[in-house]
């Protein structure tokens, strides 16, 4: 049996087009798992055009990884009319708390637009919520790794930021969580090595925004089934790397080639979730 | 014996620099598969330069993938210079009619620019002749569709718009169309898969300017090789996905893998060509 | 036995940040090369941030293949500051030569930091020695190639280079050198298929910043092996490709892989390394 498969079936089902404002390091391999997974992405961020293109487009993503001041702005012009068309807008707030510049960005990006989902690591999120933080980089601190033994106040405290904003909170590691005001999903697919390639994470924002377009009415199941495809994704992705006896270069084809297979990625026996 | 001979010693026979204009999303396939075919590509856009990088090189591209406000002067000034000396100058409309920005960037650029080339999908290439569109987003809209029915007034078209352009006309699709004015070849090379590949639209431009580069005498038929190399190195790379049973990556990977076989990929018995 | 051994366990033995202002055609493979051989890549190029971000970092590669006037300054920023804090600057300066202005920019960021390591072609190499140069494009005119007939003299020249700029020399071709005033290692690994990959100059360049970065106190050494490294696993994976009948995009990811298995690629056997 295919796990979450009325998410799936409207993303097969309808012309899909995600409006991307993302950085230059990741872009090409978000614009392809966005195909791989049955969208259609483009990425448009001069200030002379966002509006427009975001209104044809059925979701938009604000990725935080490459700014620039006129970047921020159209960021910021592109999400309010997001926001007043009512299409999902994803924040993938990369390495906030590493420089004033970027969680000065996050905030204002916050006070201007509503967020229908945030994705970060453990860090980045706990930056989100402070309003400051100390992020090593573009990874997770070691000392905000989400473990068994912290799961419980961690679920809380994603369900309490996502009263306070508004926005489904996801939290990615080597536990997952995806969390509304009142529920949350916990997912335990992954593996580590998916870390070891640069992008995962603004991947993951992606297919999220393609399965929140396709789905705007079931924006927390949609998410949460693209972080378990994107988790069984990557394992089935390192299987494949050892096997095949590759590196890392090998691990990054294989995810989006599983990715490009989202029914065999998404069978029940392969996904590691529960919701509280 | 190999398709379009001539065209391709010319290319392996002497050094062949192909300087791109072009967005950030496809770049660097953009790059290697220009390396593939045995060009040798420079992306550098800042207008301090892009006159004097444009005069060492044999050929111009001009994407319009990520437009902003500073690359269309750049466009403009590395355009107007390898106009004056005779360089092959290509464009590649990507996604014009998604926008005013975008259809008034293309009628600007066109104005100010002589095209050898203009590479687009059936939607883009409407609006460049019309000079405003419905294009949604980077892909043909499904009305706008080549097939063997509608293909014997697509063939005029291009020919019209070849004449009213004084630009070699490329409509890529399900079948590809590349048109002077007098003369038309139509190309059954391809497959559907390759539409879920980013940047497949902007690679075979690419391989455009490097292929017209090296036969600047000899435009229109270096065109249509272009344009069989990409669609016959894409079917082999579908063939090789499925046997291998990879996914769009994959797929990718093994296009750009055989763009560097290009005498395999135009061997005579692989390519689907007639002219009008 | 691991050729330099104490190198790499420096490497895999701290969390070693390698801050990258580089350019957009390649940034995505510089990223991944840099977390398969142990680092982790940031890339932060606003001029709003670049001092903090680089002061979270262990090393700053500064690399000019997609110059820009904005990108100039936050170079020289973040270089100034890196220079303060002594963490190890890399430069490598893409397509100097080719444009006035990018001969201009090498010489002033040479005049405004202090840059540990410079990594270029022959003919980047002679530009920066020079002053002006006629490089052709991104790759080393032939007439610059060295030769076992010219290593002696090319040996000296890099000797006296880093001398004058008080930087370790790096001219790689088909022969490696790499050189500080005294003591220069001649490196024979690597193939010249190598070359016709976009980015292979550039990954080089971001991994001698990750091997540096993990030895300040041992930058020579870092930086041949780093070359090493690069060299034999570019053999590797032409080997790999040969064997599997792939192409060049094929070539491209096991290069990535295998130097994900650094301990393998720098084994003594097939290391070819001398020094003078």
């Given at each position: 049996?295919?796990?979450?498969?009325?998410?799936?079936?409207?993303?097969?089902?309808?012309?899909?087009?995600?409006?991307?404002?993302?950085?230059?390091?990741?872009?090409?391999?978000?614009?392809?798992?966005?195909?791989?997974?049955?969208?259609?992405?483009?990425?448009?961020?001069?200030?002379?055009?966002?509006?427009?293109?975001?209104?044809?487009?059925?979701?938009?993503?604000i990725n935080m990884g490459t700014l620039n001041t006129q970047l921020i702005e159209s960021m910021i012009k592109a999400?309010?009319?997001?926001?007043?068309?009512?299409?999902?807008?994803?924040?993938?707030?990369?390495?906030?708390?590493?420089?004033?510049?970027?969680?000065?960005?996050?905030?204002?990006?916050?006070?201007?637009?509503?967020?229908?989902?945030?994705?970060?690591?453990?860090?980045?999120?706990?930056?989100?919520?402070?309003?400051?933080?100390?992020?090593?980089?573009?990874?997770?601190?070691?000392?905000?790794?989400?473990?068994?033994?912290?799961?419980?106040?961690?679920?809380?405290?994603?369900?309490?930021?996502?009263?306070?904003?508004?926005?489904?909170?996801?939290?990615?590691?080597?536990?997952?969580?995806?969390?509304?005001?009142?529920?949350?999903?916990?997912?335990?697919?992954?593996?580590?090595?998916?870390?070891?390639?640069?992008?995962?994470?603004?991947?993951?924002?992606?297919?999220?925004?393609?399965?929140?377009?396709?789905?705007?009415?079931?924006?927390?199941?949609?998410?949460?089934?693209?972080?378990?495809?994107?988790?069984?994704?990557?394992?089935?992705?390192?299987?494949?790397?050892?096997?095949?006896?590759?590196?890392?270069?090998?691990?990054?084809?294989?995810?989006?080639?599983?990715?490009?297979?989202?029914?065999?990625?998404?069978?029940?026996?392969?996904?590691?979730?529960?919701?509280?």
């Amino acid at each position: 049996m295919v796990m979450f498969e009325d998410i799936l079936k409207n993303i097969n089902n309808k012309e899909l087009l995600v409006h991307c404002l993302t950085n230059y390091v990741t872009v090409n391999d978000c614009a392809n798992i966005i195909l791989a997974c049955g969208g259609s992405p483009i990425m448009a961020d001069d200030i002379l055009e966002v509006e427009e293109i975001t209104s044809i487009c059925n979701a938009l993503v604000i990725n935080m990884g490459t700014l620039n001041t006129q970047l921020i702005e159209s960021m910021i012009k592109a999400g309010k009319k997001a926001n007043a068309l009512c299409h999902p807008v994803i924040l993938d707030p990369v390495g906030v708390g590493a420089s004033k510049f970027r969680t000065d960005t996050a905030i204002k990006l916050m006070n201007e637009i509503k967020f229908d989902v945030i994705r970060g690591n453990a860090s980045e999120i706990k930056t989100i919520s402070e309003g400051h933080g100390t992020t090593k980089g573009v990874d997770a601190n070691s000392s905000d790794t989400i473990t068994h033994k912290n799961l419980h106040t961690t679920v809380d405290f994603a369900k309490k930021l996502s009263e306070k904003t508004g926005a489904i909170i996801v939290i990615t590691g080597a536990i997952d969580i995806v969390a509304d005001r009142k529920k949350a999903y916990i997912i335990e697919n992954g593996h580590a090595m998916m870390s070891k390639i640069t992008g995962t994470g603004c991947m993951l924002t992606s297919i999220i925004a393609a399965f929140c377009g396709a789905n705007p009415k079931n924006k927390l199941t949609a998410t949460a089934a693209a972080v378990c495809a994107m988790g069984r994704a990557g394992e089935l992705a390192v299987e494949k790397m050892q096997k095949e006896d590759g590196g890392l270069s090998s691990l990054k084809m294989y995810l989006i080639d599983y990715m490009s297979k989202t029914k065999e990625v998404l069978c029940e026996e392969g996904i590691k979730v529960e919701s509280r």
